[in-house]
C-alpha cells in the first residue's frame, strides 16, 4: 500500500487560506468518507484537527476545514496564523488489506 | 484529561529486541482500540499496528508483520509494542495513540485522537 500523495510545502502569509491535497486512490480516499487530517509539530504528539472527511475533534478551531472529491482529500487553513506553522499529515482507511495509511506529509511555513 | 506516556525506546544493535510501552489516563482504557505509528528521522508518519480493547483483535503494516508484537494489560492501562528482528529501517520515533470511538474494537472508522510525545528506537551497531 504506497503512502497518499501531499505536496511538500505550503506556504501563506498570516490571515491567507491555504489548501493541502490529499490523493490516494480508488482502493482507499475515493470509496470511504474516512480520511483525517493531523497536525505534527516536531517534537511533540500529533494533533487530531479533522476527520471522517469534514468533522471536527471537540476544541479543534474551525479555521480548519475537509472536504474531498474523488480520490482526493483537501485540507483548507483559514486566516492562517503563526502557530499553524507544522507539519500535515492525511490518513485514511484503506480497505481490507491495509488498516490506515498515512500521507507523505506537508510542511505548512506561515510567512 | 487524556494522557499517553511512551517508553522504553533505546538504542539496539541489528537484530535485536525491544519492548515499547505506553501509559495511558484519563479515559476508560478497556473501552478503546489503541495503536502505534511511527517516523522515521525526516520521513512522514507510517501506521504500525492496532489492538482492540479487550485484546483479542490485531492488526500489523506488511512492513512488521511477524516481527513485531502488540498487547496490552487492561489492569495496568498499558499498552506495549514487542519488536523483534530489528533491522535499520525500524529506527523511528513511536507513537501510541486512542481510537476516538469507545465501541471495543477497531475498524474502518476507527480515527486517534489523541497520541503521545513517542520514545525514539535507534537500530544501530
Known amino acids: 500500500q504506497s503512502a497518499l500523495t501531499q505536496p511538500a510545502s505550503v506556504s501563506g502569509s498570516p490571515g491567507e487560506s491555504i489548501t493541502i491535497s490529499c490523493t490516494g486512490t480508488?482502493?482507499?480516499?475515493?470509496?470511504?468518507?474516512?480520511v483525517s487530517w493531523y497536525q505534527h509539530h516536531p517534537g511533540k504528539a500529533p494533533k487530531l484537527i479533522i476527520y471522517e472527511v469534514a468533522k471536527w475533534p471537540s476544541g479543534v478551531s474551525t479555521r480548519f476545514s475537509g472536504s474531498k472529491s474523488g480520490n482526493t482529500a483537501s485540507l483548507t487553513i483559514f486566516g492562517l496564523q503563526p502557530e499553524d506553522e507544522a507539519d500535515y499529515y492525511c490518513s485514511s482507511y484503506a480497505g481490507s488489506k491495509t488498516f490506515r495509511v498515512f500521507g507523505t506529509g506537508t510542511t505548512v511555513t506561515v510567512l | 484529561e487524556v494522557n499517553l506516556l511512551e517508553s522504553g525506546g533505546d538504542l539496539v544493535q541489528p537484530g535485536g529486541s525491544l519492548r515499547v510501552s505506553c501509559a495511558a489516563s484519563g479515559f476508560t482504557f478497556s473501552l478503546h482500540a489503541m495503536t502505534w505509528v511511527r517516523q522515521a528521522p525526516g520521513k512522514g508518519l507510517e501506521w504500525v499496528s492496532v489492538i482492540s480493547g479487550r485484546g483479542d483483535n490485531t492488526d500489523y503494516a506488511d512492513s512488521v508483520k511477524g516481527r513485531f508484537a502488540i498487547s496490552r494489560d487492561n489492569s495496568k492501562n498499558m499498552v506495549y509494542l514487542q519488536m523483534t528482528s530489528l533491522t535499520a529501517d525500524d529506527t523511528a520515533i513511536y507513537y501510541c495513540?486512542?481510537?476516538?470511538?469507545?465501541?471495543?474494537?477497531?475498524?474502518?472508522?476507527?480515527?486517534?485522537?489523541?497520541w503521545g510525545q513517542g520514545t525514539l528506537v535507534s537500530v544501530s551497531s
Open positions: 480508488s482502493s482507499d480516499v475515493g470509496p470511504y468518507n474516512l
Open positions: 495513540g486512542k481510537d476516538l470511538y469507545g465501541s471495543g474494537n477497531f475498524g474502518p472508522r476507527s480515527t486517534f485522537d489523541f
